[in-house]
T-cell receptor
Framework: NAGVMQNPRHLVRRRGQEARLRCSPM?????VYWYRQLPEEGLKFMVY????????ESGMPKERFSAEFPKEGPSILRIQQVVRGDSAAYFC???????????????FGEGSRLTVL | GENVEQHPSTLSVQEGDSAVIKCTYS??????FPWYKQELGKGPQLIID?????GEKKDQRIAVTLNKTAKHFSLHITETQPEDSAVYFC???????????FGAGTTVTVRA
């Protein structure tokens, strides 16, 4: 019974390169959320997706960041032309239905740690 | 938007003693308050949550209390053990229950 799977666990990029982070939700979960954690800080919401739909991207930076959750395959968080300030841990979470309902829980993956040189 | 303040930022306790972490929130409409535990190199894991229709909830050695009037909630860990050492985050929803605003975290160290 695999949990939320994220890869890569660690990614190093030089300024200006692209970073792609992947997330496979738990089996049976159709709701995916991406959060970002800067060093010594709590997690900050970025985006909520269902299959083929972006439901809420209010936490996404306006430029260079995009997310998708295709019909087949994992959810992807894409960061173009990375800058040093993008260095952070990016966590994906999933839930079987809308989080905060009777099921309540967001299940988090172990994160992808991006370092921009 | 929701603003969640968490205190203390670090907490060191002797094994067997209790640990208490406190959080305040700003949005009076919030009604769901989860607590997450994050171990080094891992993702956050939900340990307990509370909804605004109750004032206290317990699960073995952990408990959460909620004061909606004062807009604060607390995590209580009793009979602490070394495996309780981790970073603990409180959270409250920002408009929707999936859009959580997290506190800055409390690093708990349990001394053997």
């Amino acid at each position: 019974n695999a949990g939320v799977m994220q890869n890569p666990r660690h990614l190093v990029r030089r300024r200006g390169q692209e970073a792609r982070l992947r997330c496979s939700p738990m089996k049976g979960h159709s709701h995916v959320y991406w959060y970002r954690q800067l060093p010594e800080e709590g997690l900050k919401f970025m985006v909520y997706l269902q299959k083929e739909n972006i439901i809420d991207e209010s936490g996404m930076p306006k430029e260079r960041f995009s997310a998708e959750f295709p019909k087949e395959g994992p959810s992807i968080l894409r960061i173009q032309q990375v800058v040093r300030g993008d260095s952070a841990a990016y966590f994906c979470a999933s839930s079987p239905s809308l989080a905060g309902g009777d099921t309540g829980e967001l299940f988090f993956g172990e994160g992808s740690r991006l370092t921009v040189l | 938007g929701e603003n969640v303040e968490q205190h203390p930022s670090t907490l060191s306790v002797q094994e067997g003693d209790s640990a208490v972490i406190k959080c305040t929130y700003s949005d009076s409409a919030s009604n769901y308050f989860p607590w997450y535990k994050q171990e080094l190199g891992k993702g956050p894991q939900l340990i307990i949550d509370i909804r605004s229709n109750v004032g206290e909830k317990k699960d073995q050695r952990i408990a959460v209390t909620l004061n909606k009037t004062a807009k604060h909630f607390s995590l209580h860990i009793t009979e602490t053990q070394p495996e309780d050492s981790a970073v603990y985050f409180c959270a409250a929803p920002h408009g929707s229950d999936y859009k959580l605003s997290f506190g800055a975290g409390t690093t708990v160290t349990v001394r053997a």
